[in-house]
């Protein structure tokens, strides 16, 4: 058969890219070797955020006296839990299925592989096709990284997919890695009682976020008494049958740790094997597929979107990146910046950035304007008694231009779209003070914090609030 344009992979970069190019009127042909939504809506972003919800009301319905209310001791229902994940994922799934279907794509189940540049072979359940295309767009996304250390083959060792199909809670697990994944799954299961110790490599948590940030989280950690090892790497790992013996190497010396459960959560690596690139004439290596700014491989016809690229591995990016795809394989030239491209990570309390972290701003030669605002001045989040956290904004000094918007609080993944509205904007803080926000409201904590770092707050003294460096 023949097509326009032919998408492998039907992830949010893929079935994102179909339709968009099914509404520049192309034919459209999308090759999905399991479940359209990938990784994404089956087994990461939405059954992640499904569970971290149910552990949330399991949180508040625990602090309802703070708030007046009587309860009985609330229990947390992990199968329930986990059917209410299920349909939720059903229904974002059916929901994709039925916009490709009314958008004329046709949807191949089977694995894609190259035969040549513009051929393509799908083999799967009831399917044998070849599909010649015009234009090609990969979009095969990631899996689960692992490390080379001993005993890992347990099968008491989870990934992230594992953790989420986990028939009962554990009674204590060690995350190893504390990236967004690490981090989350560690809020999810301590909050519904599990014994969590979460292990990272680097000296902070979330380290390739502002460092404050991973401060701001570690103090949070510490108040809700959940554990966490910094600078510290996991040595070997021992299977005792009903538990697992964690040996993990620190700047103190070796600690043991025995728990029920390990999940690795040290990233994630590109989906470039068995695809045929060879064939097709696409460079590539471990790291992923290179591509030019408008998604472009070295091959002129054939793009390549989300995971599979490498470097940013974000939902709303592969999102983003397949809507360039389809546009330029059908005659624009769109070009994407990554500085307004949003991080968020849904632990408790949640984080989110956009933009240069106060470091890299440094590293840049700005000279930097810093500003901060806590959560505990902010009246909706005392109303709310959601006090953790604070709003950071980065600044270069002559002009104060916004260089990044840095949140941890409630509802910060809510919270992060001004900032990159701003950056695409070229907005100052000057025009963040003429901004009126709404009261109260948590993001007058954003106008706060820039406020701050022009020098002149109103909600906290003006000497606590500056950094001028």
């Not at 319905?61 to 009985?72: I, L, N, Q, S, Y």
């Not at 999940?263 to 004439?281: D, F, M, S």
């Not at 991080?343 to 840049?364: I, M, N, R, W, Y």
Request: charged fraction near 20%; glycine fraction near 10%.
């Amino acid at each position: 058969m023949k097509t326009n344009v032919l998408i492998i992979g039907g992830g949010p970069g893929g079935y994102v890219a179909a339709l968009r190019a099914a509404q520049l009127g192309a034919q459209v042909t999308l090759v999905e070797r399991e479940h359209v939504g990938g990784v994404c809506l089956n087994v990461g972003c939405i059954p992640t955020k499904a569970l971290l919800a149910s552990a949330d009301a399991y949180e508040m319905v625990r602090r309802a006296d703070e708030f007046g209310v009587r309860t009985a001791s609330p229990v947390a229902d992990w199968p329930a839990m986990q059917e209410r994940k299920a349909k939720a994922v059903q229904r974002l799934v059916s929901g994709v299925e039925v916009l490709l279907k009314k958008a004329g794509v046709t949807v191949l189940r089977g694995h894609g592989r190259f035969l040549s540049p513009r051929t393509v072979s799908v083999a799967g359940d009831g399917v044998s096709e070849q599909v010649e295309a015009d234009h090609i767009i990969i979009a095969t996304g990631s899996r689960s990284a692992t490390i080379p250390v001993p005993g890992l083959e347990s099968p008491r060792v989870l990934d992230s997919t594992g953790a989420l199909s986990l028939p009962e809670l554990p009674t204590s697990i060690v995350i190893i890695g504390a990236g967004a994944i690490g981090v989350e799954f560690a809020s999810l299961f301590h909050t519904l009682g599990v014994q969590v110790t979460v292990v990272e490599m680097l000296p902070r948590l979330l380290p390739l976020m502002d460092a404050d940030l991973g401060e701001g989280l570690a103090r949070a950690w510490r108040r809700r008494k959940l554990k966490a090892l910094t600078s510290a790497r996991l040595k070997e790992v021992s299977d005792k049958d009903t538990y697992l013996e964690v040996q993990i190497e620190t700047a103190s010396g070796t600690q043991m740790i025995q728990a029920e459960r390990l999940l690795l959560a040290v990233g994630r690596r590109p989906n470039v094997e068995n695809l045929g690139l060879e064939e097709a004439g696409v460079q590539y290596s471990r790291k992923g597929i290179p591509v030019d700014a408008t998604m472009r491989t070295n091959v002129p016809h054939i793009y390549a979107i989300g995971d599979v690229v490498g470097g940013i591995m974000l939902a709303h990016w592969a999102s983003h990146m397949g809507v360039a795809a389809a546009e330029n394989a059908l005659g624009g030239h769109v070009t994407l910046d990554e500085r307004t491209n949003p991080s968020c990570v849904f632990c408790q309390p949640e984080v989110a950035s956009v933009g240069l972290t106060e470091q890299e701003a440094h590293d840049k030669g700005y000279d930097v304007r810093v500003g901060t605002f806590p959560f505990l001045a902010n009246g909706k989040a005392v109303a709310a008694g959601e006090t953790d956290g604070f709003v950071k904004v980065v600044a270069e000094a002559k002009y104060n231009q916004l260089l990044g918007l840095h949140i941890i609080g409630p509802h910060a993944s809510d919270l992060i779209l001004p900032g990159g509205l701003a950056l695409t904007l070229e907005a100052t803080l000057d025009e963040f003070k003429e901004i009126i926000a709404p009261h109260p409201t948590l993001c007058e904590a954003i106008n706060e914090a820039a406020l701050a770092a022009l020098g002149i707050p109103l909600q906290i003294p003006a000497q606590t609030s500056v950094s001028k460096r």
